[in-house]
């Protein structure tokens, strides 16, 4: 019974690394296109452990987010929560998509992410303001079949015995 | 509801994962969310949880900060020694130029604490300066934060000035315990009540959210204000301390219809490019202005300086 619940290490560890990817320094003028790492990784074990990984593990991690980025806390921690949830509803149908059917659905997701992270900017008073805002959807679905691969053969490697 | 979605996986699965649906869990997280938003940004009583949960990310900033500093040091090393030799030549000058002038300014700095004694007015406060680094980590690219190496152990606390050798960079926004994050004098949500070098003309500096470039909002028409001018703190804020050197106005226009000038200018330290920054502690920096004072302190915003200090050249 407890072998359910508790997120396995693997798992733990590449939350982590999606969270160094986030804030990784990298050239200016490309800050505004980095993937939304997080979210990627978030939705692969989603969709990869949906009874596992889920709401809350969503939530921490967007939290722990937006400590890192200096936002609002809870701004990335209810939007990551939010498309977590759907990908929990979508994930038989997800798993199942070939990948360039995949990428879509992730582009969507991630719009609907960045979206929702943008309401309360908007709300606080300081929002991006830029349409370079929303290139990490097309960025993100470019990085997804990187992603997808390289967590799938670390689930294949080590979570093989894991549902 | 799960049993039907994942089919013959079902078996496997236990019972009690059906006590708390993912949509009652995302309600939740939902309220919990807006809640915690609501707090950040109305009150500051969150910043013991901002402060917890920088804490728990600093070694997750020190290992990106790491490799990025060791590939630094290795570039480092690898400057030829007439380089080192030349660099080292004229930091000596400068030293010996900067050892002469801190003379005068002790002689000055006396005469002025006998003068002031003898008009009885306050002494000024005693200054004390620590080196910061700056992280190399990435923040949320659209406002203009820094992350810092010192924190609640250094002393550091919530609203000090920051700055470096050429001007005024920003004010801490949120201390942890080893580390904290300062705001930049361009983000859009930093203001700065400053005044001009040339004619004291008071005003507020407001950031832009580009690092090369501020405004000053809020001067009338009919002020006098030329290209060129140095701004300079006003200590209105009573954050930071009076004259220390912000911007040199790039651009004075009176557009037409508007009320005020559209006043451009430039930062004169390097907010984007600077990998060290000195941290201010002014005990017992005095406001001029009383009210400034009690609305900085319940303030719960980004911490950012109140607007009120420019109104107050309007008023009678």
Redesign the interface.
Known sequence: ?TR?IGIPWPVLGTL?VA??L?????P?AL??A?PEWLALAMIYWAMAF??RI???TA?AAG??L??????????N??AL??MT?IV??IH?RLRVYPIWQQMIVVSILIGLYKLLALW?QGI???P???VL?WLPIITSALVWPLVFLLLRDLRRHWLLHL? | MPHSVTGGLAISKPLFRLGVSPTLRLLAVILLGLVLMALDHRVNELQAVRSILGTLTHPLQIAVDAPVRAASRVLDSFTSREDLITENRILRSENAQLRARQLRFEALQQENDRLRALLSTAEQAEERVQIAKLLAVDLDPFRQQIVLNKGKRDDVYVGQPVINADGVIGQVLSTRLNSSIALLVSDPAHALPVLSARTGLRGLVVGTGNPQRLEMRHVPLQEDVEPGELLLTSGLGGRFPADLPVARVVSVERLQGQPFLSIKAEPLAALDRSREVLLLWTDGITPLVDPINADAASDGNTGSQDPEPATSPDQP
């Open positions: 019974m359910s982590l969270l160094a986030a804030i990784i320094p990298i200016e800050r505004p980095r949906p009874s889920g709401i809350l939530f939290l722990l937006d400590a890192l980025l200096g936002q609002l806390l809870g701004q921690a209810i929560a939010v949830y929990l509803q038989p309360p606080t008073g300081y991006p303001g830029s805002y549902t």
